[in-house]
């Protein structure tokens, strides 16, 4: 009763909020929930504000909301595959500018997690803040070897208030999905849930250090990244000490060319920085906007970019990284057909896709972009056009791939402000190029499958059972799936092309394990090699009797 009456209130604020802001208009053909309905009646709009775009009147709205609903609209900036463009743009502004909770809560919340007095910890320790967000403050301290730092502190309470908040819009999203007409591109339950998932990996900070410990791995000894050092022995999951760090913003050009940097090269780097991350390295910082990030200007002619803030990285699966990569390089070669191709064949579009459809609509998006002079065209643009669209197809991503995407933006946006006449298309392309000529290079194939081969060997001994099953089942037309609709001929010649890419992909896969075993060994008996011949030829005998007989139904 109690938990329905603090739901009842909350809504009842909400919709005070959206009346003053005059955002109930956005939903004046939807049913809305009664206390926002009826609120209507008593609160008249706000006047002063009524000239302004409904993106700002949005964004001004969940600012007085507060802080759960500021960091929602940053994240539901980044899904600009779901909404307006002016929206999206005014909710890229929404800024953490939360009041700080006290230092000495902070100290409290510190000794409890360490187990420690502060004084035992830090050789000093300022209560003041650097900064204070929505989940967590920044406080200065110095150890007592006399290095300089910084500790994160999460928010006192801000759990129970984030799953209060969350149940709250959940439950409004589950609504609005009763009311809104089907077929919606948006689904609100899903963006609330991806919302969840979001803001609960970054009230972890042992993750967020995780996250910041492996970015500076994988730039060791660079010149183009630097990430601070995380002091692992003092970190927990509500409190994260790591290096501090100094530096220039980088939103801040004036003050950049005041000390002379040599701002075509940190344009260049900025680019090269995201494509090695995303392409090499498979993991990328996901937050790269210019509060993040600063400039090490010791050096005014070889700059080095500074990072902070690891709460949101993404990596891709194994399939969606081979097949953005083959996007890029068939965007940047103009090859629309293989873009098309691509799409249906990663199964982000139905296979049913009609290839010279899909050609044609990306077409439409390329050209006019490589029309323009090369210091205008921007990459992450193409990428965002490219999916609005694939949505005529039915276009289904995974989080990860907008948030590369929306990442790739924020990027050329940066790289654009400190160079304008940079061409995007020029650096990124062999950057790109270079990287995936050195992963897929015979020395990286060849540890990759020495990395690999243990876990083939296990699985050997059931490899001659799963074939067997195969064929039986090829055989006897338990592979096929029978149908007496109109396009039975398309759709059975569908399923036979994919058979033969089973076929293909079956010999292929174990043609080629002897090999990765001979280069893993680093020896070639001939006792391997024969039975690598017999084996080939006794599957290759079995894969033309299955290809028969899928020709013969």
Same mark, same amino acid.
């Given at each position: 009763?109690? =938990?329905?009456?603090?739901?009842?209130?909350?809504?009842? =604020?909400?919709?005070?909020?959206?009346?003053?802001?005059?955002?109930?208009?956005?939903?004046?053909?939807?049913?809305?929930?009664?206390?926002?309905?009826?609120?209507?009646?008593?609160?008249?709009?706000?006047?002063?504000?009524?000239?302004?775009?409904?993106?700002?009147?949005?964004?001004?709205?969940?600012?007085?909301?507060?802080?759960?609903?500021?960091?929602?609209?940053?994240?539901?900036?980044?899904?600009?595959?779901?909404?307006?463009?002016?929206?999206?743009?005014?909710?890229?502004?929404?800024?953490?500018?939360?009041?700080?909770?006290?230092?000495?809560?902070?100290?409290?919340?510190?000794?409890?997690?360490?187990?420690?007095?502060?004084?035992? /910890?830090?050789?000093?320790?300022?209560?003041?803040?650097?900064?204070?967000?929505?989940?967590?403050?920044?406080?200065?301290?110095?150890?007592?070897?006399?290095?300089?730092?910084?500790?994160?502190?999460?928010?006192?309470?801000?759990?129970?208030?984030?799953?209060?908040? /969350?149940?709250?819009?959940?439950?409004?999203?589950?609504?609005?999905?009763?009311?809104?007409?089907?077929?919606?591109?948006?689904?609100?339950?899903?963006?609330?849930?991806?919302?969840?998932?979001?803001?609960?990996?970054?009230?972890?900070?042992?993750?967020?250090?995780?996250?910041?410990?492996?970015?500076?791995?994988?730039?060791?000894?660079?010149?183009?990244?630097?990430?601070?050092?995380?002091?692992?022995?003092?970190?927990?999951?509500?409190?994260?000490?790591?290096?501090?760090?100094?530096?220039?913003?980088?939103?801040?050009?004036?003050?950049?060319?005041?000390?002379?940097?040599?701002?075509?090269?940190?344009?260049?780097?900025?680019?090269?920085?995201?494509?090695?991350?995303?392409?090499?390295?498979?993991?990328?910082?996901?937050?790269?906007?210019?509060?993040?990030?600063?400039?090490?200007?010791?050096?005014?002619?070889?700059?080095?970019?500074?990072?902070?803030?690891?709460?949101?990285?993404?990596?891709?699966?194994?399939?969606?990284?081979?097949?953005?990569?083959?996007?890029?390089?068939?965007?940047?070669?103009?090859?629309? !057909?293989?873009?098309?191709?691509?799409?249906?064949?990663?199964?982000?579009?139905?296979?049913?896709?009609?290839?010279?459809?899909?050609?044609?609509?990306?077409?439409?998006?390329?050209?006019?972009?490589?029309?323009?002079? #090369?210091?205008?065209?921007?990459?992450?643009?193409?990428?965002?056009?490219?999916?609005?669209?694939?949505?005529?197809?039915?276009?289904?991503?995974?989080?990860?791939?907008?948030?590369?995407?929306?990442?790739?933006?924020?990027?050329?946006?940066?790289?654009?402000?400190?160079?304008?006449?940079?061409?995007?298309?020029?650096?990124?392309?062999?950057?790109?190029?270079?990287?995936? !000529?050195?992963?897929?290079?015979?020395?990286?194939?060849?540890?990759?499958?020495?990395? !690999?081969?243990?876990?083939?060997?296990?699985?050997?001994?059931?490899?001659?059972?799963?074939? =067997?099953?195969?064929?039986?089942?090829?055989?006897?037309?338990?592979?096929?799936?029978?149908?007496?609709?109109?396009?039975?001929?398309?759709?059975?010649?569908?399923?036979?092309?994919?058979?033969?890419?089973?076929?293909?992909?079956?010999?292929?896969?174990?043609?080629?394990?002897?090999?990765?075993? #001979?280069?893993?060994?680093?020896?070639?008996?001939?006792?391997?090699?024969?039975?690598?011949?017999?084996?080939? /030829?006794?599957?290759?005998?079995?894969?033309?009797?299955?290809?028969?007989?899928?020709?013969?139904?």
């Amino acid at each position: 009763m109690r =938990h329905s009456l603090r739901q009842f209130l909350r809504i009842w =604020h909400i919709g005070v909020i959206l009346k003053r802001y005059r955002l109930d208009n956005l939903f004046s053909t939807t049913r809305l929930p009664g206390p926002i309905r009826w609120v209507g009646v008593f609160i008249p709009s706000g006047k002063e504000i009524s000239g302004l775009p409904r993106g700002e009147r949005l964004r001004l709205a969940l600012q007085e909301l507060g802080p759960v609903y500021v960091k929602f609209g940053q994240i539901l900036s980044t899904r600009r595959d779901l909404l307006p463009p002016d929206i999206a743009d005014e909710l890229a502004l929404l800024q953490d500018q939360v009041p700080p909770f006290p230092g000495e809560q902070a100290r409290e919340i510190i000794e409890k997690a360490l187990g420690q007095p502060v004084g035992e /910890i830090f050789a000093t320790f300022d209560t003041n803040p650097l900064a204070s967000a929505s989940i967590a403050q920044v406080h200065p301290a110095t150890l007592h070897d006399g290095r300089e730092a910084v500790v994160k502190v999460v928010r006192p309470g801000i759990g129970k208030q984030l799953r209060k908040d /969350i149940d709250l819009l959940k439950s409004l999203a589950r609504l609005a999905e009763k009311v809104m007409q089907g077929g919606a591109r948006i689904q609100p339950l899903e963006v609330v849930r991806e919302f969840e998932t979001v803001v609960f990996d970054e009230l972890d900070m042992q993750r967020e250090a995780a996250n910041a410990s492996m970015l500076r791995r994988n730039f060791e000894g660079s010149r183009d990244l630097y990430i601070p050092e995380v002091y692992w022995q003092w970190c927990r999951h509500r409190v994260m000490v790591m290096e501090r760090v100094s530096g220039l913003p980088v939103g801040d050009v004036e003050n950049l060319r005041k000390h002379g940097v040599n701002l075509k090269k940190l344009a260049r780097r900025g680019v090269r920085v995201f494509y090695t991350q995303v392409f090499r390295d498979n993991l990328f910082h996901a937050d790269l906007h210019p509060g993040n990030i600063l400039v090490d200007a010791s050096n005014p002619d070889d700059p080095t970019y500074i990072a902070m803030d690891f709460g949101i990285v993404a990596s891709l699966s194994t399939e969606d990284l081979y097949y953005i990569a083959e996007n890029f390089k068939a965007l940047f070669n103009q090859d629309y !057909r293989r873009v098309a191709a691509l799409h249906i064949d990663a199964g982000w579009v139905p296979a049913t896709t009609r290839l010279e459809e899909l050609e044609s609509a990306v077409r439409s998006v390329g050209e006019p972009n490589f029309t323009r002079p #090369l210091n205008e065209v921007s990459f992450g643009k193409v990428l965002f056009d490219l999916f609005q669209v694939a949505h005529r197809f039915q276009l289904t991503l995974q989080p990860q791939l907008l948030m590369l995407q929306k990442t790739l933006l924020n990027v050329e946006g940066l790289a654009r402000q400190l160079d304008p006449e940079l061409d995007i298309w020029g650096v990124a392309k062999p950057e790109l190029e270079n990287i995936l !000529r050195t992963r897929h290079n015979l020395e990286s194939v060849s540890q990759e499958l020495r990395d !690999r081969l243990p876990g083939w060997l296990a699985q050997a001994p059931e490899i001659p059972g799963l074939v =067997h099953d195969f064929l039986v089942k090829a055989n006897s037309g338990q592979l096929l799936t029978r149908t007496t609709s109109e396009d039975t001929a398309r759709r059975f010649e569908e399923q036979l092309a994919s058979r033969r890419k089973m076929v293909r992909a079956l010999a292929g896969g174990s043609l080629s394990i002897p090999g990765a075993i #001979l280069m893993a060994l680093e020896t070639g008996p001939w006792l391997i090699w024969g039975y690598s011949a017999v084996g080939a /030829i006794l599957l290759a005998l079995g894969c033309w009797q299955i290809i028969k007989a899928l020709r013969q139904r």
